[in-house]
C-alpha cells in the first residue's frame, strides 16, 4: 500500500496514483541483479522472462482472462492506438468504419480522427446529460462495413460508466468486434473480459497503483490485430521491441494488490467520496453534479460551482491537490470536451472540480477538504 506522505490532500487519482509498495518491492530486483534480457536463453535471461510472465498472469487474474491473452504495451494511449489502427487495411481505409462516442478520451478520439483524414468513416455517437450513451444509439450506428465499436468503460472526468455489457451484446448479434477503454476503471471496479463481453480492452498502469510507462491490452484469443510496432516479434509478435521487464513485473504486482484490496477499497473509497459529495452540497447548496448520480466509479466526484473558474478556486487551495478536469489538457481554460458533449452550459461548466479519491486519503482529509473547498467558495462569492 502507498504511503500517506503526499504533501497536501491528493484528491487527483484518476490523473495518476503513487505507486504501490508492493509494487515497488516487485521491481527492484530487476532494477539491480535481475537485468537480463527476456529473450537470451541463458538463467539470467530465463529468469527475466519468468518475471515477465508471472506478471502476465497477474494481470490476466484480475481480468479474467487466459495469460495469452494479455500483451503489454507503454500505456492507454498505445493500447488505444493499436487497436484502432490495427483493425484497418490502411491500402483500403475507405472501407472501414468505427462507432465511438463523444465523451471517450483523446487517445481514442484523436486516433479514429486520423483514421478519419485518411478515408476510413467514424461515427462519433452523442451521450445524455449523465454522459451515457445510449446503446440502441450503437445499433443503428452499426452499418456492412463497420469495423469496430469502441466505448470506454468509465469517464476519467465524470466516473461515469457506460453500458458496455448491453453495448457488447449488439455488437456480437453483428459480428462486430467490440473495445473498452477500461484505463480508469481497472482496480477500481471488478472488470471481467467474459462479463463484459469485449473482444479488446485497455489497461494503464498507473492509473492503478502501478508505475507509469506500461499498459496492456486484451486480445481475445483469434481476434486478428495487425501490430502497431513491427520488430524482432516479441509479444508473440503483437508488440515488438524487449520486454519492459522493470514496469511489467511492477503492474503484475499492482494487479495483485488491486485483486486482493477491491471489494474493501471500493467500499471504503465510496463511503469517503459520498461523504465529501454529502459535505459540499450542504455547505454549498446550488453545486451541480456532472455525471451519472449512481452509474459511476465509486472514487469520482466531478461537480460544478456555477459562475466561478474552477481554476480560480484551487488557487486558494494550495494544500488540495485537484483537477478542474482532465489532466491531459488541464492547462487550457476551456469547457472540456466531455462536459460539453453532456450538455453542460459554459457558465456551469467552467466551474467544474474534478474530485478523486484513492487509498492515499483518509476521512479526515475528505473533511479538511470540504471545509477548504466550502471556504474558498464563499469568499469568492464575497467578491475576496
Not at 63 to 82: A, D, H, K, Q, Y
Not at 354 to 374: D, K
Amino acid at each position: 500500500m502507498p504511503e500517506k506522505d503526499i504533501s497536501g490532500i491528493y484528491l487527483d487519482h484518476n490523473a495518476t496514483t503513487p505507486v504501490a509498495s508492493e509494487a515497488l518491492e516487485a521491481m527492484m530486483p530487476y532494477l539491480k541483479e535481475e537485468f537480463g534480457n527476456p529473450s537470451s536463453g541463458y538463467s539470467l535471461g530465463v529468469r527475466a522472462h519468468d518475471g515477465v510472465e508471472a506478471a502476465r498472469n497477474e494481470v490476466a487474474s484480475l481480468l479474467g482472462c487466459r495469460p495469452g491473452e494479455i500483451v503489454f504495451t507503454s500505456g492507454g494511449t498505445e493500447s488505444n492506438n493499436m487497436v484502432l489502427k490495427g483493425m484497418i487495411n490502411f491500402r483500403a481505409t475507405e472501407r472501414f468504419h468505427v462507432i465511438t462516442t463523444s465523451v471517450e478520451h483523446p487517445a481514442i478520439l484523436n486516433p479514429a480522427l486520423f483514421l478519419e483524414e485518411l478515408g476510413a468513416r467514424v461515427s462519433i455517437l452523442p451521450v445524455d446529460r449523465t454522459g451515457r450513451v445510449d446503446p440502441d444509439d450503437v445499433g443503428r450506428a452499426i452499418s456492412s462495413d463497420t469495423t469496430l465499436i469502441s466505448v470506454m468503460l468509465a469517464n476519467n472526468e465524470t466516473g461515469t460508466l457506460q453500458p458496455v455489457k448491453e453495448i457488447s451484446d449488439i455488437a456480437r448479434a453483428h459480428n462486430i468486434p467490440l473495445h473498452t477503454d477500461a484505463a480508469q476503471a481497472v482496480g477500481k471496479i471488478r472488470v471481467d473480459v467474459e462479463e463484459l463481453g469485449v473482444d479488446f480492452l485497455t489497461v494503464a498502469g498507473h492509473k492503478l497503483y502501478g508505475p507509469k510507462g506500461v499498459g496492456v491490452l486484451f486480445i481475445r484469443e483469434g481476434m486478428g490485430l495487425a501490430p502497431l510496432i513491427h520488430g524482432a516479434g516479441q509479444e508473440s509478435g503483437r508488440r515488438a521491441g524487449t520486454e519492459n521487464v522493470i514496469l511489467a513485473v511492477g503492474l503484475g504486482a499492482a494487479c495483485r494488490v488491486a485483486m486482493e484490496r477491491l471489494d474493501a477499497d471500493f467500499q471504503e473509497i465510496e463511503e469517503m467520496r459520498n461523504h465529501l459529495q454529502e459535505l459540499l452540497f450542504e455547505g454549498l447548496g446550488d453545486l451541480v453534479l456532472n455525471g451519472h448520480p449512481d452509474e459511476r466509479l465509486p472514487n469520482t466526484l466531478n461537480i460544478s460551482v456555477p459562475g466561478i473558474q474552477g481554476g480560480r478556486m484551487l488557487e486558494g487551495l494550495p494544500g488540495i491537490i485537484a483537477s478542474t478536469g482532465a489532466a491531459c489538457h488541464d492547462r487550457t481554460v476551456s469547457l472540456s470536451h466531455v462536459l460539453s458533449a453532456m450538455g453542460v452550459p459554459p457558465e456551469v461548466g467552467m466551474g467544474a472540480l474534478r474530485l478523486t479519491l484513492g487509498r492515499t486519503n483518509s476521512t479526515g482529509q475528505i473533511e479538511e477538504a470540504a471545509q477548504q473547498i466550502i471556504s474558498r467558495v464563499r469568499r469568492l462569492r464575497d467578491g475576496q
